[in-house]
């Protein structure tokens, strides 16, 4: 770590203790070259977390939610940037709110995609809703057909 005060490298830990009731670690440094101390914080990189339909809760991927977008999107012809500008709403909306159930994820993606293409919006609430059958279907494309 080098000292904020002459720039040098040569700095040491002289000493450490908990901060924040255990989230951080409090470090005191001593710069060998200019004598400066200065003091430091360890803290966990903040993740946006997701937390599942069982209730645990695993760190969010912009890639998981790009492959179900793009996967519903195959074959759709798709103005350029859009899937990327999905997937950027979605990742801003989940790191503003630092941990969101995959419901939530899951109906914003689907309110993204119905303005964007109707089949692809079919196919991703045909996974994630996990329909049960043909008249769950059925119900959607009602629901297409008059928005209300
Ligand atoms: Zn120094």
């Known amino acids: 770590m080098r000292c904020p005060s002459c720039g040098a490298d ?3 830990v002289v000493d450490s203790r908990p901060a924040d009731a255990g989230a951080a670690i409090r470090r005191r440094r001593h710069c060998e070259t200019c004598g400066n101390r200065f003091t430091t914080y360890e803290r966990r990189e903040s993740v946006p977390m997701v937390r599942k339909r069982d ?3 695993e760190p969010f991927s912009a890639d998981k939610v790009r492959a179900g977008v793009a996967n519903a999107l195959a074959d759709r012809e798709v103005a350029d940037g859009a899937i990327d500008s999905l997937v950027g709403d ?3 909306f ?3 709110e ?3 159930g995959t419901e939530e994820i899951g109906r914003r993606v689907l309110e993204a995609l119905r303005t964007l293409d109707e089949v ?3 196919r991703f609430a045909s996974v ?3 329909f049960e059958g043909a008249r769950d279907f ?3 494309m009602a629901a297409l057909e008059d928005p209300s």
């Open 10 to 12: 040569d700095t040491r």
């Open 55 to 57: 209730g645990r809760l």
């Open 90 to 92: 979605i990742e801003a």
């Open 94 to 96: 989940v790191e503003s």
């Open 98 to 100: 630092g941990e969101v």
């Open 120 to 122: 692809a919006y079919l």
């Open 128 to 130: 994630y809703k996990e």
């Open 138 to 140: 059925e119900r959607e």
